[in-house]
């Protein structure tokens, strides 16, 4: 069965210094999607990040990159510049293409950054 | 911008109400989910679709049922509310490498 697991509940940085966010997966499927998502506090869901199992290069969006190593299973999240608004909870999420198409998330990391 | 939405999106019901919560997308997605999420907490998929007459349970057990007559619209009903459902339902649908998501459902049973 899938699972995505985020062993870090809280992180904190310093505004301007980058921070990276863990998350592993398992899956038996050779095909999958592995998400990023941002929740502020006020609960809607942004989009950060995708990366595909079979991407050659790791994704990047802006001040976000993604540390894919396929052989680990590890897809970590790499903010850099952190800001004050990058304050919020982040969730990683994986999707098995050839499955049953279920998305399912790991149990979030809350990021603090301060001043 | 996504063009999915929820209503309603605050709801406080008594204990043993009927309850349905709206979910519709213009984008024509086959793929729809609804979870649950307790305030900082994470998702939990309790219901998806992969399109019309077509819905499965998620991971977590839930009261809860889902329906899906038409691609754009995948409601969810619980048929006697408990203080235990109390909680935040978010909608999302898929498409290529992008999970839209609603804004979510607020859902206070007293």
């Known amino acids: 069965a899938q699972k995505i697991t985020q062993t870090q509940p809280g992180m904190f940085v310093q505004e301007k210094e980058a921070v990276t966010l863990d998350c592993t997966y398992d899956?038996?499927?050779?095909?999958?999607?592995l998400f990023w998502y941002k929740q502020p506090s006020s609960g809607e869901m942004i989009f950060l990040i995708y990366q595909g199992s079979y991407d050659q290069q790791n994704a990047t969006e802006g001040r976000y990159s993604l540390n894919f190593q396929k052989a680990r299973k590890s897809a970590n999240l790499v903010i850099s510049a952190s800001q004050l608004g990058d304050s919020a909870m982040y969730f990683c999420?994986?999707?098995?293409?050839?499955?049953?198409?279920?998305?399912?998330f790991g149990t979030g990391t809350r990021l603090q950054v301060f001043p | 911008e996504a063009d999915i939405y929820q209503t309603p999106r605050y709801l406080v019901i008594g204990t043993g109400k009927k309850i349905t919560l709206e979910c519709s997308q213009t984008m024509g997605h086959d793929k729809m989910y609804w979870y649950q999420q307790d305030p900082g907490m994470e998702l939990h998929l309790i219901h998806y679709?992969?399109?019309?007459?077509?819905?499965e349970k998620g991971d977590l057990s839930s009261e809860s049922t889902v329906s899906r007559i038409r691609t754009e619209h995948f409601p969810l009903t619980l048929e006697s509310a408990r203080p235990s459902h109390t909680s935040q339902y978010l909608c999302a649908s898929y498409q290529g490498n992008t999970i839209y998501f609603g804004e979510g459902s607020w859902l206070t049973v007293v």
């Open positions: 899956t038996s499927d050779p095909s999958y999607g």
């Open positions: 999420a994986m999707r098995e293409r050839s499955n049953t198409d279920k998305l399912i």
């Open positions: 679709s992969y399109g019309v007459n077509s819905t």
